[in-house]
């Protein structure tokens, strides 16, 4: 089986956790702040604050923008379930609004629309490791008076027009174990603002500035000096990683470009894609399902993310904070969508493979 991702800890990264290990400080400390300057560093942010996941990062971003009571905020009902469930843990009401089908991503033109005068913050989703047209996004917001909140769990190093995901906004990324840069769990919060980002610091360690001196009620979402070790190496190669990634979705489209019974995926004009997945379209919605059944038994490890739409589930129906609208362009995507392994372990034989069975199981349409 070719996987969707893979996890691989060389002797770098051995060292690094062995070095955490032996020096007995585990819980956060130096290797936390090591991690978080090197990630700022890389990406060109002023700030970035480690914490226990991405959805945590989330939650953090919201609160600590200190929205006002009632509001309400905008996203993608195109993305994984943790963008919805960290706006509801937050407090807020959930709008949706729909996707460009060429990049998946919410659009200012969709995120005005879908908005209402009770919106205070948007959250773009920079999906499958593309961004979102921030540029247009933060001349929306800023005529508005929005926030922005970037959802890059997916998109750590990702640009548009020259700059990084997550300097935007308030950025969350997540370094979950199938992410592109993993420490099995973890998250981060990036901001270029000052006060936002003391706020974060200290909400995410009880509230404290200094021992038992509490300035909020806070809560503990810190990460870990061993998780941090993992991540480090990762962060210094993620160039490299990036690289690799481009270059397994460019040899992927080069070849699946012809044919007919698919849509490969768009990049958008100055945008850099980092590939945390390289999602087609089976232009045929009825056999999509059936793709992806001949994919896996070909031994493809192919994926749908994500089936349905975020909020398309009986535990949000009667949710007052999760108000819904039509997205035509999102939901058609989410049954047409198929994920194909891109990740930066593949040789160029599993490469070959991929291609040869996805003309195959499509050739049947
Ligand atoms: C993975 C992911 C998250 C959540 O990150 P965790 O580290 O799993 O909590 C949030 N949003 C998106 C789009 C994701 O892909």
């Given at each position: 089986m070719i996987p969707i991702s893979s996890v691989r800890l060389d002797e770098e990264i051995e060292n690094e956790v062995l070095g955490v290990l032996r020096s007995g400080m585990i819980a956060q400390g130096p290797k936390v702040l090591e991690?978080?300057?090197?990630?700022?560093?890389?990406?060109?942010?002023?700030?970035?604050?480690?914490?226990?996941?991405?959805t945590t990062a989330l939650v953090a971003a919201m609160r600590m923008l200190h929205l006002p009571e009632g509001s309400e905020v905008v996203t993608s009902p195109f993305t994984f379930v943790a963008t919805l469930n960290a706006a509801l843990e937050a407090g807020l009401t959930v709008r949706f609004a729909d996707i460009d089908e060429g990049t998946f991503n919410v659009t200012d033109e969709s995120l005005i629309e879908a908005s209402t005068d009770r919106t205070t913050c948007v959250i773009p989703v920079h999906l499958y490791g593309q961004s979102a047209p921030m540029d247009k996004i933060m001349v929306a917001a800023e005529l508005r008076n929005w926030k922005i909140v970037e959802d890059a769990a997916q998109a750590?190093?990702?640009?548009?027009?020259?700059?990084?995901?997550?300097?935007?906004?308030?950025?969350?990324?997540?370094?979950?174990a199938t992410k592109n840069l993993t420490t099995g769990e973890g998250g981060l919060v990036t901001t270029n603002d000052d006060e936002v980002a003391d706020r974060i610091r200290i909400y995410r360690n009880q509230g404290m500035r200094q021992r038992y001196q509490y300035e909020m009620p806070g809560t503990n979402y810190r990460l870990t000096d061993v998780q941090a070790a993992i991540g480090i190496p990762q962060i210094r190669r993620m160039h490299e990683i990036t690289l690799q990634r481009q270059h397994n979705a460019g040899y992927l489209s080069e070849h699946l470009s012809t044919n007919p019974a698919i849509t490969i995926p768009k990049i958008a004009d100055g945008n850099s894609h980092v590939w945390h997945q390289y999602s087609i379209l089976i232009n045929d919605e009825l056999r999509r399902d059936s793709v992806l059944e001949e994919l896996n038994q070909r031994g493809i490890g192919a994926g749908v993310y994500y089936p349905k739409l975020v909020h398309d589930y009986g535990c949000y129906a009667d949710?007052?904070?999760?108000?819904?609208?039509?997205?035509?362009?999102?939901?058609?995507v989410t049954k047409r969508v198929l994920s194909l392994p891109v990740h930066q372990y593949l040789s160029t034989n599993d490469l070959d493979k991929i291609i040869e069975s996805v003309n195959e199981a499509t050739r049947m349409l």
């Open positions: 991690f978080e300057n090197l990630f700022a560093e890389a990406i060109g942010v002023k700030h970035a604050i480690a914490v226990n996941n991405g750590h190093g990702a640009t548009h027009n020259g700059r990084a995901v997550g300097t935007y906004g308030v950025g969350t990324f997540s370094f979950y949710n007052p904070q999760v108000v819904v609208t039509e997205t035509p362009i999102a939901l058609n």
